[in-house]
């Protein structure tokens, strides 16, 4: 059992990921956060890792009638 959906595509790391943004912002879709995976190892860690970004992703009429319904429906952290 996996537990990722995986798709090799025909196309540059860059295409790709402009396609993923356009393919979210047609369904509504906007990027809050994006992190290059990448960068932030060399950088952290001085270590070589492939191309490698998360995006955060949020439909905000769907965020806010979800946190409307229930304001702990997302994950949140305090720090006191």
């Known amino acids: 059992m996996s537990y990722y959906f995986s798709k090799i595509i025909d196309c540059s790391f860059e295409e790709a990921l402009n396609n993923v943004n356009e393919a979210l912002k047609k369904e509504g879709f906007g990027i809050l956060t994006e992190i290059d995976v990448q960068a ?20 905000q009429p769907l965020a806010h009638k ?15």
């Open 40 to 59: 932030t190892l060399k950088n952290k860690l001085d270590v070589d890792f492939r191309k490698y970004k998360i995006l955060g992703a949020c439909n």
């Open 66 to 80: 979800a946190l409307t319904a229930e304001d702990k429906i997302g994950f949140y952290f305090l720090a006191m």
